[in-house]
């Protein structure tokens, strides 16, 4: 059964760079045709969709954080990584990374709380 | 980008009875709707893709209609754990990928 877990920093001051991991078990990273995605929700919200990134290394971004965005992963230990750059107090949020089986998103990790606060 | 709508707001139903969800979406999505599950305190978790499909291990009592602008998700018989918040999500044009803003059923 595929399991992710969210791990990272949960505290990052305003104008610095927010850095998660999503660790991938019960199956590999890059078997498939796969996107692994990451999700956020600010607390007592609606849910966002950040980005994508195909096994390949291919990338696909909200056009929304573009700017600030990048998804990269690591096969080789099973994992996927946000970085989110200039962040400021609305980029708290629970993120959530997800695997993208065919556009829609199923299963999620249990989902990490990122505060930006000085 | 293709914005989503929700309705209504909050669902107030007692258990037992059938509870009808609605999304409707800003252009023609065809049938490439999802809905979540959210639970206090959980992660979503994926019920129907397709605007029609069960995701494995969904229980018979939640269905998924609809096409085009207009989509719903009945539950047919309330359980006490179906109270919680449901999302619609589209992915026929992206990125982005967009949500609605959700459903909470709540119990009456």
């Known amino acids: 059964q595929l399991e992710l877990r969210e791990s990272g920093p949960r505290l990052v001051k305003p104008s610095e760079t927010l850095s998660l991991s999503c660790t991938v078990s019960?199956?590999?990273?890059?078997?498939?045709?796969?996107?692994w995605a990451w999700i956020r929700q600010p607390p007592g919200k609606g849910l966002e969709w950040v980005g994508s990134i195909y096994y390949d290394g291919t990338t696909y971004y909200n056009p929304s954080l573009k700017s600030r965005v990048t998804i990269s992963l690591d096969t080789s230990n099973n994992q996927f990584f946000l970085t989110l750059g200039s962040v400021t107090a609305a980029d708290t949020a629970l993120y959530y990374c997800?695997?993208?089986?065919?556009?829609?998103?199923?299963?999620w990790g249990q989902g990490m709380l990122v505060t930006v606060s000085s | 980008e293709i914005v989503l709508t929700q309705s209504p707001a909050t669902l107030s139903v007692s258990a037992g009875e059938r509870a009808t969800l609605s999304c409707r979406a800003s252009q023609s999505i065809s049938s490439d709707l999802a809905w979540y599950q959210q639970k206090p305190g959980q992660a979503p978790r994926l019920l129907i893709y397709g605007a029609s499909y069960r995701a494995t291990g969904v229980p018979a009592r939640f269905s998924g209609s609809g096409s085009g602008t207009e989509f719903t998700l009945t539950i047919s018989s309330l359980q006490s754990e179906d109270f919680a918040l449901y999302y619609c999500q589209q992915y026929h044009q992206w990125p982005p990928f967009t949500f609605g803003p959700g459903t909470k059923v709540e119990i009456k």
């Open positions: 997800a695997m993208d089986a065919d556009r829609w998103f199923d299963p």
């Open positions: 019960g199956g590999s990273i890059n078997s498939g045709s796969y996107y």
